[in-house]
């Protein structure tokens, strides 16, 4: 088949195309084709040579030598060296609007050795910094294009160079030529096209208009499965729901389940994740436990999803002295999905006397509403990392980013914070089960389900293959007529 | 019968024609509104001979307009699907309800004015445009001659330059002669003017009159004049319809209606007009007023207003020839006589 | 006591055209330095063609609108800058008519709300009781039965509806009554019958009256003197019998010639032209461009008001040399014997029935 | 004419700044921190402090409302938070977007409103005017969004005739541009569709009761002479100056229906910006929408004044 | 008193009142009377939503979601096994609220803004007008949308939104009508006779000025229940579990395909009801112009 273009419907429009200001998980996915990092991930979440052929940690952890790959170079012709590395990771470090500061705070030196060697020299170990530069804070771009608008134009060294971008429209790629690994791509270019509606992006990918859509809905794959033009693919994915309490932030966490963990443990057990699963997305999804999916090498295994138990939920609420019941406030971001599982949470936990209150906020307004602690519950999601530090540190240590409950447990906060100095696999995880244990039982978040990574594909298109991260990637991806 | 300063008034304008050929003749014009026993128009019959002035007269709302409408078959929808009676026309017969037979009337036999000359004339063509355009319907040619040659007949300065104005830009003076000028393009047997001066002042109102009169003269043309302006009628006419709740109460040639009036309503009316010279005396109004469609008298329908009314009355009063071409509506008439004695 | 009941001095009013943002509105002088004395107990008519400033007249004379220059004086208070208690007590004193009965009645109210208004806001010291037994007072005053205070507006004819009006208009013990057209919406025969009433309120009540109308016979019929206007200016004024003998203003002459009918000028159309636009009126005599007896003069200035031997004033430069060249107006054509004797057997019979309707009526009520 | 059209720019400009006020007052209004909003997945405090402050949302609000409006002034309306692409390079890409849509639809609605608007008057009373009625009332009455969904389904997945969405420029290629944009500027143009038919409709019953109606029957005139050439003309000129103001409507029709068929105008703008809270994008847009409003608004009153010779020559 | 005037007084014309007219072409107005015909049945069904035998609205059966239309659920279910049927009946309920309470803000607001803007005229009707179009200005929706989105989804606020992006349209129909309506000669009159103003607003200018803003009030109902489903669409309306027809149809364009009757039940209805709107407006437009006959 010669090479076409593929045309990808995404689910929303990605933001800023600067790896160093980008936010958005779709950015992610176009910046897989478009920006090829330090390191890439496998399937298995093991990292490996992308720009960086080998790396090494140094034993006491506070710098990491890199060799890069030779006869690299950028979209704009500008050769990818030891000095690219070190203007890359600087500009992150200082752009102005940067996003990456706190992602590779922890390197205070970038050493170039020589062309193809650099050395990161850390002011403290920092074992989930390799996850991040298999992410943005390791993409690449052209250090000539620094001066110039990176977001309207940007040059990086990926097997596909920027050719255009209509906002909210689409995003236009084309091959590039003098791609080290040009053997393995064999699309003449790649378009993006931002459809929020999950029924309009299937449409246009039953009438022909794509090849593939990011985030099939789970209850249309029934539809793609009938079709004979159509098939689908699914990845376990390392992103989850859940329900988060605020058990210290502001005056609004002085309620019965902000305060008193049995009672969030009573409200998850009255939740049958397997039905939500079923009902919802047409048990396609993984009915979650922890932070960690279960494809993630860090799962702790003491803790399997939970059975229902409204007994014991009852239990536990007589315990925390409301055998009769009480009431929760849990607001939920506007859209269906999330309102069906909200609903049926409600249905379920009414079971056991408890009456949740659903407030539907507008997903702006819900996250400021979060970090100013207005709410008591709140149905949150997390689209995953590879590295078990990104799915859980910001979440639940003290000041976290994400920790809008401001739970505070000393005990965790040293934990997570040991974990990220070890680069020991089997050490880390030991660590990460530790914490697990106390949040298990504090749970001042529990978890519903893992997202599983669902792509509609016509079957013109081959050798595509989904990954837990949820990126596209393209290498090996034919499209025939 | 009647003093001499009358008739020289009488005479004044135009009235020695006496050609005795009948243009037009109304017969038994009827307007039923769905709904109603009674109808809204009732019998009503006219006749003009060419070269000769009608004058319909009559309260407001006593059905002058209906009927002249009904005669060239522009009634409202509503009405058209009542109206039943006969045109005769220049010897043809056309039943009313024939919208067909009429519409071929207009514009090329029938020309029509009307009262209101402010929103009569189209505001979006020139009114040159809309004087041609009612030429080259009838006619071959585009009509901007005759355009031009009818509005310098009506007195309009300057009518090549005219020709290009729209019609808001002429005062209603202007406007009520470019509507002459529309209606009489296609040079019509016959007339319609309803109330034509009616939103004029007086000083205006002459100077139509007096177009109207002047174009009429001498030619064979048969005017219609609808108006309740009874010094109009005196002026204008040379026979009188008077009109009550829909019929024709008394009819005859103007020296007569006005030298001889016989029906009570007839009286009515011209005492209820304060006069301009002589004496002022108390008016004596027709008290009352007109009875409601629904609520008219079976008989005679000025009996809830007549002095003179009897129990006879409620019987619909024949129409009967007083005098040659003199016809009242009324049991009592000739009034003198059957009177004498109330009295 | 022959006091003045209104006094007008300079009195004019302009209004603005079309102005708007950045655009200098132009003048319109409805209104032009008009003088004016209505003496208490008589019937003042103000005649003209449509446009030439008669009602702005009227709403001056009683502050519906606001003079831009001159003075009005009411049974000698001046109103020119009154509000309040003082306006009030204006609005109290001098009443309008207005010249359409249809549109100058709220539909929504009840004869009863309408009439009763005014009492309302002059007299506050009535009950609703005694509210209402004025307003039937007032109806019969008019007329009108009690009966109908319940009803609406729309449910009168027109003679009845300008009879509401007229009620309203006497609620409040008006002194001065000034009638905008009050009978030129009515048909003759119904314009007879208000025509009447309100000579009868005259003489029974000793109003004042200013009447409009453009019909000339009913402003002979009605009243004692006669101001006939053109474009904004009184161009002759005096006693209505003199006037219209002898009138003397060429424009008055024209109007008086142009009325159709046996009784009229009998001259037909002696004017020609259309009346020039109120916004750029000639200069000198308003009525220059129309008149048949324009001289260079008529451009120059505005002709002074003279007085005649017969009492009336007159607005021309050459009033005098038309005067001499032309003659009263003819002597009135008489009735034929016929009609004479029809007319009065015609008012023997309305009054007879007359008087059997009323007695049956007062037999009724107890 | 010219002097009326800069008195009628000039007097707009109180509406615009009230406009911009409003627009701000809105950034007031909606709850939600737009740093916070667009950190998305990326939310480390400091971080958000410093886009604050970068963006200047930490100065009060008239400060903010000043440098904004002079940057407009200058014709820059500020940068989206969330692209970082210039708001006013946006709002360029997107005009022509809506501007096609918005024509195009007019043309929908005009080709069904105004003879079914015609007729319906024509035939008053009668069973034609009825079905007319209600067929036109069907258009405003179906909600855009599920029309737009129910078409898709069937002209785009179903018979694939049609492309179920997207937008390909008018320029690129003009064919395939119109066919994208067909059914949008159906659904859109269905609901335009009845408000012109009823106005032309009422205009046309208006006119048609006209004293030089009667006059145009009275000279003899045939029935589609006297309704072509005398009544629509005139009927014409409220349905035209409606029609412009409709273009207001249409655009905030065309919120939910490029919504639906992803059409990259300011429709779908600034929804999502509203969303995103991107206040630069939100207020540019209204700012560019309400000034489109003002023009369109112009452009009825010149159209009046232009079909109407009254008007025309005072 | 005269002759004239006793026996005018006994004949007093049985003219038919306006209302009663207004009400008689109102009844003969036949699209008029299907639209009325229309609203009423889904309004009664609203209120008797209670008393008819229906299954729970928010009762929800995981084992039967997305069932076509059977015997035992006429209208199918939905996403969570609930009965459409008695879903579409309770949404109604919210649906008509939206509609009508919305309306209603937008009146209350607006008729006193207009009326003072026409009847004072001047700087007041400026600064009013002024800011009126600055609001027409702003796209209705939008207006909405941030609204709805400031005052957080609800249908209260919901119908708060759009009552009040609404108001503007009311401002200055009202303003338009009060300006006539001022003009008229019984105003005048009114000052003639020395009224005070606000007896002159309440008892002369408000209730003239009323009709139009029925007739605008009865096709603002109409797109007011559309915007409460294009809001609920976006997610800005009622909130779950309780239904509304937007609401409904929110979630039912997610399964266009496998389970259309879940948005083709909202959509009917949504449609038969802002018909019923739009013709019963038309047809008080009709009847209260006294033009058309
Ligand atoms: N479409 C209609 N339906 C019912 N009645 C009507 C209709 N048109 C007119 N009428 C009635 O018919 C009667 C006669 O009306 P017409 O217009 O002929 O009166 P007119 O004598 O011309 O009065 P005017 O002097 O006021 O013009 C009036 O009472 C009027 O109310
Ligand atoms: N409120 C106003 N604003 C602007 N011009 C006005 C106003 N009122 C009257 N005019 C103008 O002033 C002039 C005189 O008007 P006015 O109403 O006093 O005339 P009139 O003699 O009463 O006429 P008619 O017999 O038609 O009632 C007219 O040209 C009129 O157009
Ligand atoms: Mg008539
Ligand atoms: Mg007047
Ligand atoms: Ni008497």
């Known amino acids: 088949a010669q090479g076409q273009t593929l045309r990808i419907g995404l689910e929303s429009d990605p933001d800023a195309l600067d790896p160093d200001r980008s936010r958005t998980f779709v950015g992610r996915i176009v910046f897989t084709a478009l920006c090829d990092k330090l390191i890439d991930v496998t399937p298995d979440l093991e990292l490996v040579p992308q720009l960086a052929t080998e790396w090494t940690v140094s034993e006491d952890g506070r710098s990491v030598d890199m060799m890069l790959r030779e006869g690299v170079v950028f979209h704009d012709g500008t050769p990818f060296d030891a000095e690219a590395v070190k203007a890359n990771i600087e500009r992150s470090q200082t752009l102005d609007t940067s996003v990456r500061k706190s992602e590779v705070s922890s390197i205070e030196e970038v050493e170039v050795v020589d062309t193809h060697h650099v050395r990161l020299n850390l002011s403290a170990p920092d074992a989930p910094l390799l996850a991040q530069l298999a992410d943005r804070s390791g993409m690449m771009i052209s250090p000539a294009s620094f001066d110039s608008d990176v977001a309207a134009n940007p040059v990086c060294s990926g097997p596909f160079k920027f050719v255009s971008r209509v906002a909210q429209d689409r995003i236009e790629l084309e091959k590039f030529e003098d791609y080290w690994n040009a053997d393995e791509i064999s699309l003449d270019g790649v378009t993006y096209l931002p459809i929020p509606d999950s029924t309009v992006r299937l449409a246009n990918l039953q009438s022909g208009d794509l090849d593939l859509i990011n985030r099939l809905a789970a209850t249309d794959v029934e539809a793609v499965e009938s079709s004979d033009s159509l098939t689908y693919e699914r990845a376990d994915g390392l992103g989850y729901q859940g329900i988060t309490f605020n058990t210290s932030n502001g005056a609004k966490s002085d309620n019965p389940f902000g305060q008193d963990a049995r009672l969030r443990q009573a409200l998850s057990l009255t939740i049958d994740r397997n039905a939500i699963n079923q009902v919802v997305f047409a048990g396609l999804n993984a009915p979650a436990s922890q932070f960690s999916s279960a494809v993630s090498p860090y799962f702790d295994e003491a803790y399997p999803v939970p059975e229902r138990d409204v007994e014991q939920a009852r239990a536990l609420l007589a315990e925390a002295g409301y055998e009769d019941g009480l009431s929760l406030e849990m607001q939920f971001p506007n859209m269906p999905v999330s309102q069906q599982v909200v609903q049926m949470i409600q249905a379920m936990a009414a079971e056991a006397g408890i009456q949740i209150n659903l407030t539907a906020k507008e997903f702006a307004t819900m996250l400021s509403d979060q970090a100013a602690g207005d709410f008591q519950a709140s149905q949150v999601g997390w689209s995953g990392r590879i590295d078990p530090d990104g799915n859980i540190y910001g979440f639940v240590t003290t000041g976290g980013g994400f920790n809008d409950g401001k739970y505070a447990n000393e005990e965790v906060d040293r934990i997570l914070a040991e974990a990220r100095t070890v680069s020991d696999l089997e050490e880390r995880k030991e660590l990460y089960h530790q914490a697990n244990q106390i949040l298990m039982e504090d749970l001042p978040l529990f978890y519903l389900y893992n997202d599983a990574w669902l792509y509609g594909v016509s079957n013109d298109v081959e050798g595509f293959s989904p990954s837990p991260d949820g990126m596209i990637r393209l290498e090996g991806v034919t499209l025939s007529e | 019968m009647h003093s001499e300063p009358i008739l020289n008034w009488f005479t004044r304008w135009g009235r020695a024609v006496t050609r005795a050929d009948e243009l037009i003749s109304l017969t038994d014009l009827t307007i039923r509104v769905p709904g109603y026993e009674r109808p809204l128009v009732d019998g009503v019959g006219l006749s003009i001979r060419r070269g000769e002035t009608l004058c319909v007269v009559g309260e407001s709302g006593c059905g002058k307009s209906l009927t002249s409408l009904a005669l060239i078959g522009l009634l409202p929808p509503a009405l058209q699907r009542g109206v039943s009676g006969q045109l005769g026309f220049d010897g043809d017969r056309i039943a009313l309800d024939d919208q067909r037979g009429l519409s071929r009337l207009r514009g090329r036999n029938v020309g029509m004015i009307f009262q209101e000359p402010m929103s009569s004339l189209n505001p979006a063509h020139r009114i040159g445009e809309q004087i041609a355009e009612a030429w080259r319907r009838h006619n071959p040619g585009d009509g901007q001659a005759q355009a031009v040659e009818m509005l310098r007949r009506v007195g309009i300065p300057a009518p090549e330059r005219r020709m290009r104005d729209y019609p808001h830009q002429l005062s209603g003076g202007m406007r009520q002669r470019v509507m002459i000028a529309m209606a009489l393009v296609n040079s019509p047997d016959l007339l319609i003017a309803d109330e034509p001066t009616t939103a004029l002042d007086v000083t205006i109102q002459a100077q139509i009159l007096e177009l109207i009169g002047s174009l009429q003269a001498g030619g064979e043309m048969g005017v219609m004049l609808i108006t309740h302006d009874l010094g109009v009628v005196a002026e204008v006419a040379t026979n009188v319809a008077v009109m009550y709740a829909g019929r024709v109460v008394e009819s005859g040639p103007v020296e007569a209606i006005f030298g001889d009036p016989q029906h009570p309503y007839t009286i009515g009316l011209m005492s209820s007009v304060p006069a301009l010279r002589g004496p002022r005396t108390r008016l004596a109004s027709v008290p009352g007023i007109v009875p409601s469609i629904e609520t008219m008298p079976p008989g005679c329908r000025f009996a809830t207003r007549c002095p003179f009314a009897q129990p006879r009355c409620a019987d619909t009063p024949p129409s009967a020839e007083i005098a040659p071409g003199h016809s009242v509506a009324c049991h009592f008439a000739p009034l003198d006589e059957r009177l004498a004695g109330a009295a | ?366 | 004419m010219l002097s009326y059209i800069a008195r009628r720019l000039l007097v707009s400009i109180p509406t615009l700044i009230l406009v911009s006020i409003f627009v701000f007052a809105l950034q007031q209004l909606l709850p939600g921190d737009p740093v916070l909003a667009l950190a998305g997945e990326d939310r480390d405090p400091e971080t958000l402090d410093r886009l604050r402050e970068l963006y200047h949302l930490n100065d009060p609000i008239w400060m903010q409302y000043l440098r904004w409006i002079g940057g407009v002034l200058q014709g820059d309306f500020g940068q989206s938070i969330r692209t970082g692409l210039p708001v006013a390079d946006m709002i360029a890409s997107k005009l022509p977007v809506t501007i096609q849509l918005a024509v195009m639809s007019m043309i929908f609605a005009a080709l069904i409103g105004i003879p079914a608007g015609i007729i319906s008057a024509v035939k008053k009373g009668t069973i034609t005017d009825y079905v007319a009625n209600i067929v036109a009332l069907s258009g405003l009455s179906l909600p855009n969004f599920w029309l737009g969904i129910m078409l898709i389904l069937l002209v785009s997945v179903r018979w694939q005739l049609l492309p179920a969405s997207g937008y390909v420029p008018l320029t690129e290629d003009p064919l395939q541009s119109i066919r994208t944009m067909l059914m949008p500027a159906f659904v859109l143009g269905t609901a335009l569709a009845a408000s012109l038919m009823r106005h032309t409709r009422s205009s046309m019953l208006g006119v048609l009761r006209q004293d030089y109606i009667r006059t145009a029957r009275a000279k003899g005139l045939g029935e589609r002479t006297v309704v072509m050439h005398h009544a629509f003309r005139n009927a014409l000129t409220p349905v035209v100056t409606l029609a412009a103001l409709l273009f207001g409507e249409l655009i905030a029709g065309a919120v939910l229906t490029e919504q639906i068929f992803t059409i990259p105008g300011f429709g779908k703008m600034v929804v999502d910006a509203v969303f995103n809270r991107d206040y630069a994008v939100v207020q540019g847009v209204v700012l560019v929408t309400a000034m489109g409003f003002i023009l369109m608004n112009l452009v009825a009153d010149a159209a009046y004044v232009m079909l109407n010779p009254r008007l025309k020559a005072g | 008193m005269t002759e004239a005037a006793t026996h005018n007084a006994t004949a007093a014309a049985p003219i038919r009142k306006p209302r009663s007219r207004v009400w008689g072409k109102l009844l003969a107005h036949r699209s008029a009377m299907f639209g009325a015909a229309l609203v009423s049945v889904f309004i009664l069904l609203a209120l008797a939503a209670p008393i008819l035998p229906l299954a729970d609205p928010a009762a929800a059966d995981w084992a039967a979601i997305r069932q076509p239309p059977s015997a035992a659920h006429w209208f199918g279910t939905d996403e969570l096994g609930r009965d459409q049927l008695s879903r579409m009946i309770w949404g109604a309920r919210a649906s008509l609220m939206a509609g009508v309470v919305s309306v209603a803000i937008a009146i209350a607001i607006g008729v006193p803004l207009g009326v003072i803007a026409g009847y004072f005229g001047g700087w007041t009707d400026a600064i009013i007008s002024r800011c009126t179009e600055a609001l027409l200005a702003m796209p209705f929706l939008i207006l909405a949308i941030a609204l709805a989105a400031f005052l957080g989804p609800s249908l209260t606020n919901a119908m708060i939104a759009i009552g009040i992006a609404a108001t503007p349209v009311f401002i200055r129909l009202t303003r338009g009508q009060a300006i006539n309506v001022t003009a008229e000669d019984y105003v005048e009159s009114a000052h003639a006779i020395g009224l005070s103003t606000p007896v002159i607003l309440r008892r002369y200018i408000f209730p003239n000025v009323l009709p139009p803003v029925l007739v605008q009030a009865t096709l603002t109902v109409a797109s007011a229940i559309i915007a409460e489903a294009s809001l609920s669409f976006l997610g800005l309306g009622q909130q779950p579990p309780a239904p509304s027809w937007g609401a409904m149809l929110n979630v039912a364009k997610g399964f266009m395909a496998q389970a259309p009757w879940m948005a083709v039940w909202p959509g009917i209805a949504i449609f038969l009801v802002v018909l019923g709107f739009n013709l019963l407006g038309d047809g008080l437009r009709d009847a209260l112009d006294p033009r058309e006959d």
């Open chain 3, 1 to 366: 006591m022959n006091e003045a009941m209104i006094e007008a001095r300079g009195l004019s009013k302009s209004f603005e055209i079309g102005g708007g943002f950045l655009k200098a509105p132009r003048h319109l002088h409805a209104v032009d330095a008009v003088d004016l004395t209505v003496a208490r107990g008589e019937t003042f008519a103000i005649v003209g063609e449509s446009g030439c400033g008669k009602s702005t007249l009227a709403r001056l004379l009683m502050r519906l609108h606001e003079p831009s220059d001159g003075s009005v004086r009411v049974a000698g208070h001046e109103i020119a800058r009154i509000s309040g208690q003082e306006l009030r007590a204006l609005r109290r004193d001098v009443q309008f008519i207005f010249q359409d009965p249809f549109s100058s009645l709220n539909p929504r109210l009840t004869v009863a709300r309408l009439v009763g208004e005014p009492l309302e806001a002059h007299r506050p010291e009535l009950d609703s009781a005694a509210r209402r037994a004025e307003v039937a007072r007032l109806l019969a005053q008019v007329g009108l039965r009690p009966e109908h205070m319940d009803r609406y507006p729309h449910e009168f004819s027109g003679g009845q509806r300008q009879r509401i009006g007229i009620a309203r208009a006497l609620a409040s013990g008006p002194k001065l009554l000034i009638g905008d057209e009050p009978v030129s919406a009515l048909d003759v025969s119904v314009q007879a019958q208000v025509v009447n009433l309100l000579a009868d309120l005259r003489d029974e009540l000793g109003l004042t009256l200013v009447v409009i109308a453009h019909d000339l016979a009913v402003i002979r019929q009605m009243s004692d003197r006669v101001a006939v206007m053109y474009l904004g200016r009184i161009v002759e004024s005096g006693p209505t019998d003199a006037i219209f003998t002898r009138p003397r203003h060429p424009y008055t002459r024209a109007l008086l010639a142009a009325i159709p009918g046996p009784e009229g000028g009998g001259q037909g159309a002696s004017l020609t032209g259309e009346t020039p636009s109120p916004m750029d009126p000639p200069s000198g005599c308003h009525f220059r461009t129309r008149c048949p007896h324009a001289a260079e003069i008529c451009a120059g200035s505005r002709p002074p008001t003279e007085t005649s031997d017969s009492g009336t004033s007159i607005a021309c430069f050459r009033w005098r040399e038309i005067a001499e060249g032309g003659d009263d107006m003819p002597p009135p054509p008489a009735r034929s014997a016929g009609a004479e004797r029809r007319f009065h057997l015609y008012r023997q019979a309305l009054a007879a029935k007359d008087k059997t309707d009323k007695n049956q009526q007062e037999g009724q009520q107890p």
